[in-house]
């Protein structure tokens, strides 16, 4: 059981990009899926997470409107698409799966990422 996060890079503000969280070992299709990120000095936090039956997502105030989560079932993928980043999204990026997901991403997490890191600069 894996998840494999990719996709990051250094990006310039009001970029775009979007990072892929593979799954294998098990299919995503029954497990919600988040995306946190860490930046230097800081504490994880939740970006994003969608359902795994209805598709229902959560974004945190700070990505609203600007990122994407979405999932690819075929691929056993899912995705966060990053559009115009700023440097204050500058961070270590995972992807995690679980069973069940809470409306605001802050359940516990069964299976993670090892993280890509996103480097958005002039």
């Known amino acids: 059981v894996q998840l494999q996060a990719s996709g990051g890079g250094l990006v310039q503000p009001g970029g775009s990009l979007r990072l892929s969280c593979a799954a294998s070992g098990f299919t995503l299709d029954y497990y919600g899926v988040g995306w946190f990120r860490q930046a230097p000095g800081k504490e994880r936090e939740v970006v994003s997470c969608i359902s795994s039956r209805r598709g229902s997502t959560y974004y945190a105030d700070s990505v609203k409107g600007r990122f994407t989560i979405s999932r690819d079932i075929s691929k056993n993928t899912a995705y966060l698409q990053m559009n115009s980043p700023n440097p204050e999204d500058t961070a270590v990026y995972y992807c995690?799966?679980?069973?069940?997901?809470?409306?605001?991403?802050?359940?516990?997490?069964?299976?993670w990422g090892q993280g890509t890191l996103v480097t958005v600069s002039s």
């Open positions: 995690a799966a679980d069973r069940r997901i809470y409306s605001d991403c802050t359940n516990p997490f069964d299976y």
